[in-house]
């Protein structure tokens, strides 16, 4: 949801920290004459996301039988996220690229963790890719709805590669003033094209951001429900609407356009039962 980024050193040099104190000489020994297929496999990577064809990636590679799929994931598992190891400062720098340290998938929580964009489960041999790994939270690690595409459409945005923040997309509507109940949702500008559309619904889907958002909504209208009132009363509808446009929207969405309080406070101005009082 947020584009940040992304990280400047490459797979070679992660590799190379990972393995550097590593005992095992013979096990060491094929890692490093091993690390062109990494680097190979990382360009394959980056050249398939330009094109959004990540999906088309070979599932389940490894690169003898030695470093088969167990051992390429304990590279990231042992020697990437240990803190004892040199390899932990890559994992340091990718977690402290988020901005404000907010998970940039759902642009809310707190970043706890790396995601694999595409999972080490099923790609082990971009384990330690370091643009296949994404500051998340622990939710958007642990949540998403689908964990290998099998299409372009179920590709979700990656915060490398897809900037889509100078456009307004995200749109709250109410549902229900009393009780109050909102929805989030996605209404794609017309310059965009049907893919991305599709990918941005999917990642929307995908990572539960209306039920997250609509959580934080209902508690915002409750924290400024009496404030709303006093304003109604004092200044009618046009008093309320004015205050929700020029000094809650507008601050917001300079601030971010897509923020769930940016559509939240547009949402509640552009609904003309709500600001003539109907939420009473």
């Not at 994931?73 to 020697?79: E, F, G, N």
């Not at 390899?87 to 907010?102: F, M, V």
């Not at 994404?134 to 595409?149: G, T, Y």
């Not at 179920?154 to 900037?163: K, N, R």
């Amino acid at each position: 949801m947020r584009k940040i980024n992304k990280p400047t050193f490459k797979v070679k040099e992660v590799l190379n920290d990972c393995i550097d104190n590593m005992r095992a000489s013979d096990l060491k020994t094929e890692i490093i004459s091993s690390s062109s297929k990494f680097t190979k496999a990382e360009t394959a990577y980056e050249k398939s996301k330009l094109t959004n064809e990540l999906f088309r990636i070979p599932q389940n590679e490894v690169i003898s039988s030695t470093l088969d799929k167990d051992e390429l994931k304990d590279i990231y598992t042992s020697r990437l996220v240990n803190q004892k190891n040199k390899g932990r400062k890559h994992y340091d720098n990718i977690i402290l690229s988020a901005p404000n340290g907010k998970c940039p998938l759902c642009s809310q929580r707190i970043v706890r963790t790396l995601d694999h964009y595409l999972p080490k489960s099923k790609y082990p041999l971009y384990s330690i890719t370091p643009i296949n790994l994404v500051p998340s939270c622990s939710d958007c690690n642990k949540d998403k709805l689908v964990d290998a595409p099998t299409k372009d459409e179920e590709e979700a945005l990656h915060p490398y590669y897809d900037d889509i923040e100078n456009d307004s997309w995200l749109k709250m509507k109410i549902l229900s003033h009393k009780p109050f109940t909102v929805e989030y949702y996605v209404s794609s500008p017309k310059s965009w094209t049907p893919l991305l559309k599709k990918r941005t619904e999917f990642h929307f889907k995908s990572y539960d951001i209306n039920i997250l958002y609509c959580i934080h909504a209902i508690e915002e209208f409750e924290n400024i429900r009496h404030q709303l009132v006093k304003l109604f009363n004092r200044l009618g509808s046009t008093g309320l609407k004015q205050h929700l446009f020029l000094d809650c929207f507008k601050s917001r969405q300079i601030a971010n356009k897509n923020s769930w309080q940016t559509a939240f406070y547009k949402g509640l101005a552009n609904d003309n039962k709500f600001t003539n009082g109907d939420f009473i």
